[in-house]
Antibody, heavy 121, light 107 residues
Framework: QVQLVQSGAEVKKPGASVKVSCKAS????????VHWVRQVPGQGPEWLGI????????TYAQRLQGRVTMTRDTSTTTFYMELSSLRFDDTAMYYC??????????????WGQGTLVSVSS | DIQMTQSPSSLSASVGDRVTITCRAS??????LAWLQQKPGKAPKSLIY???NLLSGVPSKFSGRGSGTDFTLTISSLQPEDFATYYC?????????FGGGTQVEIK
């Protein structure tokens, strides 16, 4: 069965960096792009970007350009999202989600369980 | 960016009720619209894609309609496990954007 298992909660100080992992299993890793999304408690989700598992090519949300880096390791079927220069308002739950393309639709199907990143001094 | 506007932001309903949630896109997104369900402390779960198609394992009490800019999600007979927050999401173009959510509460 398809699974996306994320790394555990992180507590970081302002200005530091955090790297969240998303281990994919139960499907052919290179067949599906992965999105990253974050959600502040009580608010709607915010899209962060997407990564192509074959080329490693990425598209990032403009407001995070320069601070976010998405990578993948095909040998371990793991995706990574690194956010640098952390600010208090980066405190959120971070999710990875698989993109499924069928017919003319490329939608999210499976989600990771989430990783809480807390930024605190 | 495409703005997604949901209404209502919250509603109270009883078990067995039929409920409908509306989502409007700020520009034509064809049918590139998904609905998500999120329960407290849990990750979102994708329910519907391409405006009206149920993902595998999603019960048929959920249905979606619409195209262009106006969309609806209907739950035909609300059950206790359906009390949650629902989000619409457009994936026509990046950035992918989400509605503000509709919290469905027990009356």
């Amino acid at each position: 069965q398809v699974q996306l298992v994320q790394s555990g909660a992180e507590v970081k100080k302002p200005g530091a960096s955090v790297k969240v992992s998303c281990k994919a299993s139960g499907y052919t890793f290179t067949n599906f792009h992965v999105h990253w999304v974050r959600q502040v408690p009580g608010q709607g989700p915010e899209w962060l970007g997407i990564i192509n598992p074959i080329s490693g090519g990425t598209t990032y949300a403009q407001r995070l350009q320069g601070r976010v880096t998405m990578t993948r390791d095909t040998s371990t079927t793991t995706f990574y999202m690194e956010l640098s220069s952390l600010r208090f308002d980066d405190t959120a739950m971070y999710y990875c989600a698989r993109r499924y393309c069928g017919g003319s639709s490329c939608h999210f199907d499976f989600w990771g369980q989430g990783t809480l990143v807390s930024v605190s001094s | 960016d495409i703005q997604m506007t949901q209404s209502p932001s919250s509603l109270s309903a009883s078990v067995g009720d039929r409920v409908t949630i509306t989502c409007r896109a700020s520009q034509d997104i064809s049918n590139d619209l998904a609905w998500l369900q999120q329960k407290p402390g849990k990750a979102p779960k994708s329910l519907i894609y391409a405006a009206s198609n149920l993902l595998s394992g999603v019960p048929s009490k959920f249905s979606g309609r619409g195209s262009g800019t106006d969309f609806t999600l209907t739950i035909s007979s609300l059950q206790p496990e359906d009390f949650a927050t629902y989000y619409c999401q457009q994936y026509k173009s990046v950035p992918v954007t989400f509605g503000g959510g509709t919290q469905v509460e027990i009356k």
